[in-house]
C-alpha cells in the first residue's frame, strides 16, 4: 500500500492535487483550487492523498467553516472522497476514512457527515459503499440528494440540510443557471469557458453564480456547491461534463 501524506501550507505548493494533473486547459482552474485549499487550512480544513500520482484522496474540515448548505455542529463534513482506476479494492478508501473517523474523535467530534447522491450523482462519493462503511441516512431530498451520517457520539442530534436546498428549484428561471466554486479544479473553466459557448450555441440564458465566499456556499439552493446545473430554476445535475457541447443535451434531457 501507498504512503498516505496529508497537505498543508508547508508542501502543497509542491504537491500535487489529485485531479485535473494534467490538464492545461484547466491550468488556472488548478490553481485556483490550490488557492481555496490555502484558505481552508486555516479553518481546519484537510486533504489527504496517497503519495502517487493518482485520484485516491480525501477532503474533509468542521462543518461549521463547510461550503455546503447543512447544519451539523460539532461534525466534520467529508466534502470530495475518491479512489480511482488501479487502487480501488485495495483498502485505500477504507484506510482514508478510518484517518478522517480518528481525527474525528481526536478532535472531540460527535461525528462524520457528507452529501451525495441518494442514486450515484457525477463528483460526489459513492453512495452505496458509504452506507457499507457504517453511515446512515439521515434526511433525503425530492432532487435526489441525501445527507448521510455516521456518529461517533450516537446520542448527538442529526444533521440537517439547510431550508435553502428544500425545494430543488434556484430564483432564475428562465434558461440555464449554474452555481459553482472553487473547490474542483475543473469547475472554473469547464464553466466559464465550454457552458459559455454551450449556451450560445443554443441561444439559452445563462447565469452564472459563483460561490466565492462560505457564505455564499452555506446559503446555495444546493448542496453540490462545486457544480450544480438548473434549467428553468429546476435543478438537473452535477455532472461537470454538461458544461460541453457534446454532452449537453443528452445530460439535461434526463
Not at 145 to 169: D, Q, R
Request: with cysteine; hydrophobic share 35%; glycine share 6%.
Amino acid at each position: 500500500m501507498e504512503k498516505i501524506i496529508t497537505l498543508d501550507k508547508s508542501n502543497i505548493d509542491q504537491e500535487h492535487i489529485c485531479c485535473a494533473i494534467s490538464d492545461k486547459k484547466c491550468k488556472d482552474s488548478y490553481e485556483l483550487k490550490k488557492e481555496w485549499l490555502k484558505n481552508e487550512f486555516d479553518n481546519g480544513y484537510v486533504f489527504r492523498r496517497i503519495d502517487a500520482r493518482a485520484k485516491v484522496f480525501i477532503e474533509y474540515g468542521p462543518a461549521e467553516k463547510g461550503w455546503t448548505p447543512v447544519d451539523a455542529p460539532n461534525y466534520l463534513l467529508v466534502n470530495c472522497f475518491w479512489v480511482s482506476g488501479q487502487y480501488k479494492r485495495q483498502g485505500y478508501g477504507k484506510e482514508l476514512l478510518r484517518l478522517a473517523i480518528e481525527d474525528a474523535k481526536l478532535k472531540g467530534k460527535d461525528g462524520l457527515v457528507t452529501v451525495v447522491g441518494t442514486s450515484k450523482f457525477h463528483f460526489m462519493s459513492d453512495t452505496k459503499w458509504l452506507l457499507k462503511q457504517g453511515f446512515e441516512t439521515c434526511e433525503e431530498l425530492s432532487s435526489g440528494f441525501s445527507l448521510l451520517v455516521k456518529k461517533i457520539n450516537i446520542k448527538a442530534s442529526n444533521p440537517k440540510f439547510k431550508n435553502t436546498v428544500i425545494s430543488g428549484e434556484c430564483e432564475y428561471k428562465n434558461g440555464l443557471a449554474v452555481y459553482y466554486s472553487n473547490r474542483c479544479p475543473f469547475a472554473e473553466y469547464h464553466v466559464t469557458n465550454s457552458l459559455v459557448e454551450t449556451a450560445e450555441k443554443r441561444k439559452l440564458p445563462l447565469k452564472i453564480i459563483k460561490l466565492d465566499t462560505m457564505v455564499k456556499a452555506q446559503s446555495a439552493p444546493t448542496p453540490a456547491t462545486i457544480f450544480s446545473l438548473f434549467y428553468n430554476g429546476k435543478f438537473v445535475t452535477t455532472d461537470l461534463s454538461a458544461c460541453m457541447d457534446n454532452r449537453f443535451d443528452k445530460v439535461v434531457k434526463k
